[in-house]
């Protein structure tokens, strides 16, 4: 059975920052490409960030050089570092790792406000 569990959101002022982890148990974590989407309230889900297998990384334009998404490995996770956090980065953030399927977790909330 495939789990991802993400933590690590929460409330946080703008210009703060913000740890999300996905642990991941029921697939072969280092052969997969590990992503982090977001859902804001009536909007559609966007891609925010993606490790692939080898190592590669791209990130949306928006959270360019404030987030940085990391895996590891033996611990079958991946991270989002968000820093320098802005009020339209608030949504739901969610897990998504891909080989041969789509795995998604359940989502966890990032509110950036004051």
């Known amino acids: 059975q495939v789990q991802l569990v993400e933590s690590g959101g929460g409330l946080v002022q703008p210009g703060g920052s913000l740890r999300l982890s996905c642990a991941a148990s029921g697939i072969i974590f280092r052969i997969n490409l590990m992503r982090w989407y977001r859902q804001a309230p009536g909007k559609e889900r966007e891609l925010v960030a993606a490790?692939?297998?080898?190592?590669?990384?791209s990130y949306l334009d928006s959270v360019k050089g404030r987030f940085t998404i990391s895996r590891d490995n033996a611990k079958n996770t991946v991270y989002l570092q968000m820093n320098s956090l802005k009020p339209e980065d608030t949504a739901v953030y969610y897990c998504?790792?891909?080989?041969?399927?789509?795995?998604w977790g359940q989502g966890t909330q990032v509110t950036v406000s004051s």
């Open positions: 490790a692939g297998s080898d190592g590669t990384t």
């Open positions: 998504n790792a891909r080989y041969s399927m789509d795995y």
